[in-house]
């Protein structure tokens, strides 16, 4: 069982910055690829990036460019940081764990993005 919890969101003005932390308790982190997805009201969830266990990544054509994903197996943790943002990117951010047969998620963080 794999406990997520997010934190860092805020309210930011545009073209300012956050950085989002997960924070798991539960399991190894190490072993999951690691997400973050993001919902908008009125809108699906869809993901932002990801962080394979290996380390790859891949992003959102939206946020390429301006988010970086990264996990610090050693504290169990995974961050995106979020640069240069826009109030497209408004939403509560989720994290997630997955692996074959597990698929965990945390409970939400709200980014506003508002001047």
């Known amino acids: 069982q794999v406990q997520l919890v997010e934190s860092g969101g805020g309210l930011v003005q545009p073209g300012g910055s956050l950085r989002l932390s997960c924070a798991a308790s539960g399991s190894i982190l190490r072993f999951y690829a690691m997400g973050w997805y993001r919902q908008a009201p009125g809108k699906q969830r869809e993901l932002v990036a990801a962080i394979t266990a290996g380390g790859s990544t891949n992003y959102a054509d939206s946020v390429k460019g301006r988010f970086t994903i990264s996990r610090d197996n050693a504290k169990n943790t995974v961050y995106l940081q979020m640069n240069s943002l826009k109030p497209a990117d408004a939403a509560v951010y989720y994290c997630?764990?997955?692996?074959?047969?597990?698929?965990?998620w945390g409970q939400g963080t709200q980014v506003t993005v508002s001047s």
């Open positions: 997630s764990a997955k692996r074959i047969g597990d698929d965990y």
